[in-house]
């Protein structure tokens, strides 16, 4: 066999490396969403908040990280939810108060962020917008007024509660109308494998108390844990003030964990 001259090698090395080179890259872009898809699914996925539902706990423009181990793992665990099992698992039971972030039950697609109120078998009801659980009232105090200062609030000073559950966790909730539309419910008897969610602004929610919309969370529809504030940004500065943008961040929030 004729051996290659250096003017041969010379002349095809260059094009091998670039096609070494375009594999190498495939390569690490294939390795890199593969571990990216990995850690979405077992570890940690982040959502961002565009509502204040869960105000004055999250606001607007908060980005959160969100655990998948604490409830065990379901077809929704997983990006695009594609149905290879069903059920959970290695479920694990949630714990009242614990923010989570779950499909809404009646499209199994859109993602919710809401508190969770009632466990299974719980009874749970609103008088005067107070909140009973199994028939005794959740201890509320009256707390300074919450005051919303972003551009685009469409409400200002609001007032404000500190609620505490029936197992020491507590968190501040908003009070916008004296008598809100959800204020006065029936009794809520949760089912078996379910959950009863809530949000924080409770005169501004479409959570568990509205059947026909959300209505009872279904352990299979949990997402994940809501554990950690990891980004934050207002909205004082608009995409093309770039100079702005430095200001536009929440430092004070960032880490921010919800207990």
Known sequence: MEKMNSEQIAKISPKAERQDGWRETIKTVVYAVLIAMVIRTVAYEPFNIPSGSMLPTLLIGD????????YGYSRYSIPLSPPLFSGRINEAP???GDIAVFKLPTDNSTDYIKRIIGL?????????GILHINGKAVKRQRVEDFVQTNRTAHYGR????RETLP??????TLDLQRRGMADNTNVYVVPAAHYFAMGDNRDDS??????????FIPAENLVGR?????????????IWEIWKWPLAIRFSRIFDGFG
Request: aromatic residues 16%.
């Open 63 to 70: 980005y959160v990280f969100v655990s998948k181990f604490p």
């Open 94 to 96: 949630v714990v009242r």
């Open 120 to 128: 299974p078998g719980d009874q749970i009801q609103v008088l005067d």
């Open 158 to 161: 609001v007032r404000q509660y």
């Open 167 to 172: 197992n020491g966790r507590s968190y501040l």
């Open 206 to 215: 479409t959570d568990s108390r509205f059947l026909d919309h959300v209505g």
């Open 226 to 238: 809501a554990d950690m504030i990891f980004f934050s940004v207002n909205d004082s500065a608009r």
